[in-house]
């Protein structure tokens, strides 16, 4: 039996209120910053907080700063924090700057917004605490800056436990979130060495996101060498999000598979400036690859009539495959679709699941020595994980929405075993 996966598109018209970003230039402050932190009060630039144990920092000309290395963008004010930092025996700590939204955002709405940043680079400014050798961002630790969007701001037990709340902010945190790609070398290579550079953003709203909360969102500890740190700086965001036209309104967007491989269908309903399509594929639902491209068949990128696209992936990852389309319009933005997800082999066909369709209980059968299991929602999102000592385990289902997840299951040879399950 074939299971087609299908996307309808909403069509959002709306007048919506702006939601503005609370003193986006660091102007206006609590009091002149002293020192670089002080665990006694909280981020001194007036309506941004630290959100989590990472201790942010203000710096102002007015009084603490580090014009040794880079003055504000514009004005005096401007903020910072720490990306990675590895002084033994910390490995794991990040910080993070949260703003409280004016107003919510709206379900299906995509919201532009803009920012400067800068990281530290060379030897510790004067007065920075502790005293590192300041680094670009290692290679394998790229492509995690950027935003999450949530109704409530996150909190030290969102973070990575065994960290000391003051590790990466977990993946099922939020509502949504928007990266700075690794492919964006002016952000995360010499470009931005103690220089500002400009970054654009774009989020497709769940609805009733309140809070923004900026940071790197990459888990677990730092491929620095020790006395080592990665240190991004933040200014001139724009005063709102702005509400932009997508490049493309989708009628629907499938995925099914065909034998080995995943075939990947989709029909545009207009097209605005539009260049193409980019597919790309995951093993995770966080860090993608572009697989391919198709051009926009609209002439000149525009159109008002439907388009039907295709393509096939016929190397499919073992396990599950997250896909989406990447949007391109012809000034550089992207959009993204929602992700459709696709499994490919089951790994060790000694492992049983039952019952499935589950209500309450789904137990496991046939797992060898200890093992790494995870069930994860059709996002990518990890929402329960746990290990395994003995043959048999189970997970309490009873809690978890209904819908689809897939049970992926990693022994000690690192074979991965993936099965799909029902919630009712």
């Known amino acids: 039996m074939k299971t087609i996966i299908t996307l309808l598109a909403t069509l959002v ?3 919506a209120i702006a939601q503005n970003i609370s003193n986006p230039d660091f102007e206006t402050y609590s009091s002149c910053p002293t020192q670089q932190t002080n665990l006694s009060y909280a981020l001194r630039a007036t309506d941004w907080i630290r959100p989590t144990a990472g201790t942010s920092d203000y710096f102002n000309s007015c009084g603490f700063s580090i014009a040794s290395h880079i003055s504000a963008y514009s004005g005096s004010g401007f903020v910072g924090g720490y990306m990675e930092l590895r ?19 709206v379900a299906g709405l995509t919201y532009t917004f803009s920012f400067y940043t800068a990281h530290i680079y060379g030897a510790s400014p ?16 790229q492509g995690f800056i950027g935003v999450v969007f949530s109704s409530t701001a996150p909190a030290n037990a969102n973070t990575e436990t065994g960290s000391s709340n003051y590790g990466s ?8 979130r928007v990266m700075v790609p690794a492919s964006n070398t002016d952000v995360y290579g010499a470009a931005s060495r103690n220089t500002w550079v400009k970054v654009t953003l774009q989020y497709t709203a769940a609805g009733g996101e309140e809070y923004m909360t900026f940071g790197q969102f990459r888990p677990g500890a730092s491929s620095l060498s020790n006395a080592e740190g990665v240190y ?10 702005s509400i932009n036209p997508l490049p493309v309104t989708l009628k629907y967007f499938t995925a099914e598979k065909e034998g080995a491989a995943a075939q990947l269908n989709w ?4 097209e605005r400036d539009l ?16 697989i391919g491209f198709i051009s926009s068949r609209a002439t000149g990128g525009n159109s008002t009539s439907e388009l039907p696209y295709s393509f096939k992936d016929d190397t499919p990852l073992e396990g599950i495959n997250f896909y989406r389309l990447s949007q391109l319009d012809r000034d550089g933005h992207q959009e993204y679709s929602k992700v459709q997800t696709l499994s490919f082999g089951t790994g060790n066909t000694s492992i049983s699941i039952y019952p499935n369709p589950v209500l309450s209980t789904i137990s496991i059968n046939g797992l060898s020595g200890n093992s790494t299991i995870k069930l994860i929602n059709i996002n990518g999102a990890t929402v329960r994980e746990g290990k395994a000592t003995t043959p048999v385990a189970q997970i309490d289902m009873a809690s978890i929405p209904a819908g689809v997840y897939y049970l ?6 690192a074979a991965i075993s993936t099965f799909k399950v029902i919630k009712e």
């Open 13 to 15: 018209s709306a007048t």
């Open 87 to 105: 002084n033994n025996p910390v490995v794991n700590y990040k910080e993070y700057l949260t703003n409280h939204l004016s107003t919510p955002l």
């Open 126 to 141: 004067a007065g920075m605490m502790p005293i590192l050798s300041y680094v670009d961002l290692p290679a394998a630790e």
């Open 169 to 176: 902010i977990v993946n099922t945190f939020g509502s949504g």
């Open 232 to 241: 991004y700086l933040f200014d001139g965001f724009d005063p709102a999000l």
């Open 267 to 270: 029909v545009s309903l207009n």
């Open 275 to 290: 260049k193409g399509f980019e597919l790309q594929r995951s093993s995770d639902g966080k860090k993608w690859n572009a």
């Open 408 to 413: 992926q299951i990693i022994n000690e040879e």
